[in-house]
């Protein structure tokens, strides 16, 4: 017989389990995701039973962290497949909530994060989108009441804007980061990727290759400005259109001069035809 996840569609439900959990002394950890699930989010979900008892998996694909002309009609949904994966790894519970549900007629209330959301990355191509990650993210938190979240650092911006978020609002639980799932060629795994040509997909690794020629020459000494400017051209290059490629302190996101500022991450979005990626790595 398959084995199947317990799946909850509304808070009710949510609310129930999680408390005959805490009630039997049982921690808690949350893995939040849009669905159209990879062997990234599966690491995440492996890495969520390590930290605790029982694993929360929550699928939402978050209409506010998409702006208008964004792919949210077109978002890849693959349910049937994601609650098998899920039910391999033994997930506890999923976590599914219709859109009425996150958000219900009259829903009047958003968060505004600042700091790392404001860092002139992410932000500066999607002005909407951290807002929306942070108030569904605060949502599900909430919602589910994990002692631990577990985020990958694939989104590095938005793995800080969550600690940030956790940080200032004294939230209850502990963020722990996973680290970046990649193909045999380097290309980081995304839901995205479904979207690339087979033309696209054999360039595509030059991104996270780029990186780290980049990384290496910044660790020899190299003038960090001159770096990101033979990096942008090599993916140009390769046909990407860059939106940045930026070497930024690696906790506080602010601007970096030399290696001495460190430590640096460098982080990279650009779009490949109709599909933008991002990705970035630790120098
Ligand atoms: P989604 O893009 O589905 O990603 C869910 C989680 O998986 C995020 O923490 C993301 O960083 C992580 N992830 C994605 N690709 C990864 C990879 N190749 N290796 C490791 N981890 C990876 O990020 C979101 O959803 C949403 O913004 C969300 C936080 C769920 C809020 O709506």
Redesign the pocket.
């Known amino acids: 017989m398959t084995s199947r996840v317990a799946v909850a569609r509304d808070l009710k439900k949510l609310r129930r389990t999680v408390a005959a959990w805490r009630a039997a002394g049982e921690t808690v950890a949350l893995?939040?995701?849009?669905?159209?699930l990879?062997a990234?989010?599966l690491?995440?979900v492996r890495l969520a039973r390590r930290k605790a008892d029982r694993v929360v998996v929550?699928i939402?694909v978050?209409p506010t962290?998409f702006a208008p002309h964004e792919d949210l009609a077109t978002y890849p949904r693959t349910w049937d497949a994601d609650l098998a994966a899920l039910a391999r790894l033994k997930t506890d519970l999923v976590w599914a909530p219709s859109v009425g549900v996150m958000y219900p007629e009259g829903f009047a209330t958003r968060i505004a994060p600042e700091g790392p959301a404001r860092a002139g990355l992410e932000d500066r191509f999607r002005p909407h989108f951290f807002g929306?990650?942070a108030t569904?993210?605060a949502k599900l938190f909430l919602q589910c009441g994990p002692d631990a979240a577990?985020?990958?650092?694939?989104?590095y911006q938005?793995?800080k804007v969550?600690t940030q978020m956790v940080k200032d609002l004294a939230l209850p639980l502990r963020i722990v980061p996973?680290?970046?799932?990649?193909e045999k060629d380097g290309l980081?795994?995304?839901?995205r990727n479904a979207y690339l040509t087979p033309d696209e997909r054999a360039v595509a690794p030059t991104l996270y290759q780029t990186l780290r020629e980049g990384a290496a020459e910044i660790r020899r000494q190299q003038p960090i400005g001159a770096v990101l400017a033979r990096s942008r051209k090599a993916i140009a290059r390769a046909g990407f259109d860059v939106d940045y490629l930026e070497a930024r302190h690696a906790e506080t996101l602010a601007p970096v001069r030399s290696a001495r500022d460190g430590p640096i991450r460098l982080l990279v979005a650009a779009r490949l035809g109709k599909t933008r990626l991002i990705d970035n790595i630790g120098v």
């Open positions: 893995v939040p995701t849009m669905g159209a990879h990234g989010h690491a995440l929550s939402f978050n962290q929306g990650v569904v993210v577990v985020f990958g650092e694939k989104d938005q793995l969550v996973g680290r970046t799932v990649r980081a795994l995304s839901s």
